[in-house]
């Protein structure tokens, strides 16, 4: 059965780069597509039903590393299920634009994942 705060699946993994060109390159021809999404703030490929994301300077905004995100039906049901259960915020809830909410929090080893709704 499924309720609001299920998970849909790790559907999108965004990736801190430092140099959005050479980043670019290298994962258009690993996924071996053309970006969806081609903007200075954000690079995006649909590739295999996965959203893979560039996020230039990443690491400026405290991403150490890449982080996978499980979508989400209700994002604030889902964070507080897992707030709940021991995790940490590290960023609440923020809209990213078209209506896509992200939030992202720690397990108690630190390690960073995050949620999409939209």
Do not use: C
């Not at 995790?87 to 995050?114: C, H, I, Q, S």
């Amino acid at each position: 059965m499924t309720n609001a705060s299920s998970t849909q699946g790790i559907k999108t993994v965004l990736h801190p780069v430092s140099d959005l060109a050479a980043a670019k390159a290298v994962y258009t021809a690993l996924l071996g597509v053309a970006p969806t999404t081609d903007e200075p703030y954000y690079v995006g490929y649909e590739a295999e039903g996965q959203q893979i994301g560039l996020v230039p300077n990443g690491a400026e905004q405290g991403m150490a590393s890449p982080v996978a995100h499980w979508h989400v039906p209700d994002i604030e049901a889902k964070l507080a299920e897992v707030i709940a259960a021991g995790a940490k915020v590290k960023e609440p809830t923020r809209d990213v634009g078209g209506g896509r909410l992200v939030a992202t929090f720690t397990d108690p080893d630190g390690n960073v994942l995050g949620l999409i709704q939209g």
